[in-house]
């Protein structure tokens, strides 16, 4: 979810709405662009040009007042992404719904997402860099991924190809948001990702959002799945926690001393990842029972590995 600036000459204002009404799509025409991915990711042709990054599998649609999808063309800004499983990981879909869920059941701040069938099952995932005014109309609300944030190519967003740490996020985090607030969710989110097995945590998957002229925030979670489900994938966190190379050497320890190198208190954070494991229970049970597609096999193992991390 990556936005970028405009430099405008001196005097000229920002774009406004959407210069020409929108076109709304049948769902045929949705379907047929889905599948078109691997072709023209992100939907992109000869209308339609995104900012955002990403990979293939990915649709962004803007959803209008009528409920119907519309190509994000003519100023028109998107609302929604849309994402396709990858045939090389089954239940991609339910996977990271499920695991955004968990955040959500856990009271983090993520992106919301459900799981639609158009016709098949695809992930809509609302933007959460947009604002949607009174009169129905589209707001950007500006926003960067940390490698931007940090001046950093964006080739080099996992750590070990020499991209940022944890410690020096939380460093961007201490130097240009107020309090310790979005430290705090940035260990909420680690834990998170620790938990559910997520190696693909890396510099990129995490933003700033600058909501007013001003104000800095960390951005919802977004981009959050159980890598360890894949029997082939990397077992290397995106972002090592305490010096940690494998997700699954990661302790409740590891993850509180990573969160004190930033600064924090440790008698807080302490008692954070406390609060937060007592209450996964509850969280995935409930989790499970808003991803009924979830495997069964998923929600085994990131319970065993809730279970691990609880008992220390």
Request: proline fraction near 7%; include cysteine.
């Amino acid at each position: 979810m990556t936005s970028t600036r405009r430099i405008l000459p001196e005097g000229e204002a920002l774009p406004g709405p959407a210069a020409c009404a929108p076109e709304p799509m049948t769902p045929e025409e949705v379907a047929t662009r889905l599948r078109r991915l691997e072709t023209d990711p992100l939907g992109v042709d000869q209308r339609v040009r995104i900012s955002l990054a990403g990979v293939q599998h990915k649709l962004v649609l803007s959803r209008l007042p009528t409920g119907e999808w519309a190509l994000p063309i003519d100023g028109l800004p998107s609302t929604h992404i849309l994402k396709r499983a990858n045939p090389r990981f089954p239940h991609m879909v339910a996977n990271e719904a499920f695991c955004l869920a968990v955040g959500r059941r856990l009271g983090l701040r993520v992106a919301d997402a459900a799981i639609v069938a158009i016709p098949e099952p695809i992930l809509v995932v609302t933007r959460y860099d947009r604002a949607i005014t009174a009169s129905g109309a589209i707001l950007r609300i500006h926003q960067e991924d940390l490698t931007q944030a940090l001046g950093i190519n964006a080739s080099a967003k996992y750590e070990e190809h020499g991209g940022p740490s944890l410690r020096r996020i939380a460093r961007l985090l201490r130097d240009e948001t107020i309090g310790s607030e979005s430290r705090e969710g940035l260990l909420d989110v680690t834990l998170l990702n620790m938990v559910v097995g997520n190696g693909d945590a890396h510099a990129k998957n995490f933003s700033l959002l600058h909501p007013e002229p001003g104000v800095v925030r960390l951005a919802p979670a977004y981009d959050i799945m159980s890598t360890a489900f894949y029997p082939r994938a990397d077992v290397r966190p995106g972002m090592y926690v305490n010096q940690k190379h494998a997700i699954h050497a990661v302790t409740t320890t590891d993850v509180v001393e990573e969160a004190v190198s930033w600064g924090l208190q440790r008698g807080r954070v302490s008692a954070r990842v406390a609060q937060l494991l007592e209450r996964l229970p509850a969280a995935l049970e409930a989790a499970a029972g808003d991803v009924p597609s979830v495997p069964t096999e998923l929600v085994a193992l990131v319970t065993a590995r809730a279970e691990a991390f609880a008992a220390g």
